[in-house]
């Protein structure tokens, strides 16, 4: 079983719910990147997402699209995302990675060269926003090689259908988008989400994560009571921005958010 699977079946099995913070790779400069991940992890975070900039990144709002561009002007790459997580590893050989992004970058890496230079750099999965499970045959079967794990999106305009399947597809866990829009969008509806948590669990007994609307600890908090963990990647990332200047702070803030998030979630 692999370090996310394994991160994330622990929490399940204890009761509690998992914590997954996002994070853009090179956001604010690429000097904070590795430093910034020990800090979630100190402060509770299960598992990092880190985000790989891309120049198009059509599923963010603003507040991330600005962190992808803060990244690019660093000419921060994919090669460079590995670089960071095989710098985390040296440090913590436990908490599980997921590379956050989208499949322009690993195409121009090549499928092979990305699995293999991901597994040496110890990811542990992949979210692909722009690479549904019915074209990713090739990829998925290069990740089960390399014990890495593909999660895959539900939507609230999933269909029935549609959800069995990428419930059968994802590894890991299942990650609903709670919004009709891109990430930050809006406020969540919890009545909508509960029913659609509801109806998806019949199709898998992996946890199922909320995100794209997780804003503070009492959406945390509320959020838990409906799903297996919550995923937080605005709110982090517009901390990130607002002490941008100020490493030393920075990590603070984000680690007293974090933290916050980590109580409420229990």
Do not use: W
Request: charged share 20%.
């Amino acid at each position: 079983m692999s370090r996310l699977s394994s991160k994330l079946n622990d929490r399940l099995q204890s009761g509690s719910k998992s914590l997954v913070a996002y994070i853009v790779a090179g956001d604010p400069e690429p000097g904070i990147t590795v430093g910034l991940m020990h800090e979630l992890v100190r402060n509770g975070v299960d598992v990092i997402e880190l985000g790989v900039p891309f120049s198009d990144p059509e599923a963010e709002g603003p507040v991330i699209q600005l962190a992808h561009e803060r990244a690019l002007a660093h000419q921060v790459s994919l090669a460079d995302c590995l670089d960071m997580v095989r710098a985390f590893r040296a440090d913590d050989q436990e908490t599980p990675i997921v590379l956050m992004g989208y499949l322009n970058p690993i195409e121009a890496m090549g499928y092979r060269a990305f699995t293999e230079r991901a597994a040496a750099a110890g990811v542990d999965g992949t979210i692909i926003v722009n690479l549904p499970p019915e074209e990713a045959g090739e990829f998925t079967g290069l990740m089960e090689q390399a014990d890495i794990e593909t999660v895959y999106l539900l939507a609230p305009t999933t269909t029935n259908e549609r959800a069995e399947m990428v419930c059968q597809a994802s590894r890991g866990f299942v990650y609903y988008v709670s919004l009709k829009g891109t990430t930050g969008a809006s406020t969540l509806d919890l009545g909508d989400v509960s029913e659609k948590i509801a109806r998806f669990r019949q199709y898998t007994q992996m946890p199922l994560m909320v995100g794209f609307g997780v804003k503070d600890a009492e959406t945390a908090r509320s959020v838990a009571a409906i799903a297996d963990g919550a995923v937080v990647g605005s709110a982090i990332v517009s901390l990130m921005e607002k002490h941008r200047e100020d490493p030393q702070t920075l990590n603070r803030e984000v680690g007293r958010f974090v933290a916050g998030l980590r109580s409420a979630l229990g």
